[in-house]
């Protein structure tokens, strides 16, 4: 069984009053493994944040289903949602969803606080992760007060505090430098490593080119595939720029 199993989702946009209907997903499968570290591309509308949404369970297909680990997401009440999602799932956004009245410790104890968790417990969980990702030193800090990178990095904590299943992280590198988009493709290379299952949407080929796998979307569908092997990434870097040129310039896969 896949960490995580997409058969034929498909999603309709139908406007307010039901008058016009956006096909943004026609017809997506792919399983996830567990321990990948996988990136989704595609041209802008292409369908990666409707997909993205729909795995994180924020949205609903219009057909086809989702799987985490043999668990059908259809089928979990609007109740218990929040916790499964919480559970299971860790995110990093773009423009980072700090909160910027927390501390930075405040805010990766988020997720363990509305599981209602004990500050021990959380300490504790805190130090190691805090240590890997080199913002001990910063956890008093307020998210105005350090830079774009180590606030990225106090949200791959804060995603990765609950030992989520799989981390969602759409556009991680969107709102950095290039220094700071290195360091953090770094980072998700070594937390990959130590066995944390990644999904990640990205429009960089540099970002794209640190992981295991690149899936590409077109026309509401996985279009095209890259397999790392034993590639480098300079050379995942110069397979998937070949890849978006074919995929831009409407060539055969
Ligand atoms: N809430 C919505 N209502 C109607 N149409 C929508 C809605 N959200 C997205 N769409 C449409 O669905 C298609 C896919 O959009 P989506 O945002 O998933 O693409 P994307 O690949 O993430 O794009 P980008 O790279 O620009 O973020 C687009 O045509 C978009 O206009």
Redesign the pocket.
Known sequence: MSLLDVKNVKKI?T?RFGGSQ?Q?LSDVTFSIESGEFVAIM?E????????LNILASLDKPTGGKVYLKGRDLGSIRDREMAAFRRQNLGFVFQDFNLLDTFSLEDNIYLPLVLAGKKYEEMNRKLEPIAQKLGITELLKKFPYEVSGGQKQRAAVARALITKPQLILADEPTGALDSRASDDLMELFTQINQDGQTILMVT?SVKAASNANRVLFIKDGEVFHQIYRGNLTNEEMYQKIAASLTVLTTGGDR
């Open positions: 946009y406007t956006v943004a595609g802008s509308g292409s369908g990666k944040t409707t997909l429009h």
